[in-house]
């Protein structure tokens, strides 16, 4: 037992303490280095959210004219697509997109031809070829819309009565719907075959 060394209890406790270092305080440079990488990180973080704000807006302007895009374009192929079988119910399934005195107006029309084109077994089929919001001021829009619109009867021996008709929409925003509260044709082309 004599060849252990005497005092190995103080050989570990030199070891231990030559392997930790000392605490410093950071020195000035090391603080001023922190402050200026904090800075710039508010300073970026800023910049990002002052860029994101119009891009958010942009978007939900986007979002807002698709909504009234789609809504017109879904109205006008709903208003004008018809058989003679359904041309009565017409008025209440159209009754969805349309507010204010339009939708007495057209209740009005459409009872009015709704007789005749029975009789005359009249079918309207009324495709959307292009829809542009032309103007939006809160809750108020205006949409241009572009359509085919094909008639059939056999009257006229099925012959197909050709129109491109553009109209004007104007909308309201009630609650989350956009409903029309006006609507003027624009152009009128009529390509029907002449015999």
Excluded: C
């Excluded at 819309?145 to 197909?160: E, H, L, M, Q």
């Excluded at 004007?168 to 609507?183: A, F, Q, S, V, Y």
Aim: charged letters at 20%; aromatic letters at 6%.
């Amino acid at each position: 037992m004599e060849d252990q060394p005497a005092d190995s209890g103080d050989l570990t406790t030199e070891a231990e303490t030559e392997d930790t270092v000392p605490h410093r305080a950071p020195s000035r440079g090391i603080k001023v280095a922190a402050a200026a990488g904090a800075a710039a990180f508010v300073a970026a973080a800023a910049f990002a959210g002052a860029g994101a704000e119009p891009y958010l807006t942009d978007r939900a302007l986007v979002q807002v004219k698709l909504d009234i895009a789609g809504t017109a374009a879904d109205a006008i192929t709903t208003l004008w697509t018809y058989t003679p079988e359904d041309m009565e119910t017409l008025p209440d399934r159209a009754a969805k997109f349309l507010g204010g005195d339009f939708e007495a107006e057209y209740r009005k029309y459409i009872d009015a031809i709704a007789a005749p084109n029975k009789q005359a077994q009249v079918s309207n089929n009324t495709d959307v070829l292009g829809t542009a919001v032309e103007s939006l001021d809160g809750g108020n829009a205006s949409a241009i819309v572009y359509t085919n619109s094909v008639a059939t009867s056999p009257v006229t021996k099925n012959i197909p009565s050709l129109r491109y008709l553009s109209y004007r929409l104007i909308m309201e925003k009630r609650g989350t719907d956009w409903l029309i509260t006006k609507m003027n044709a624009i152009t009128s082309l009529d390509l029907t075959p002449r015999l």
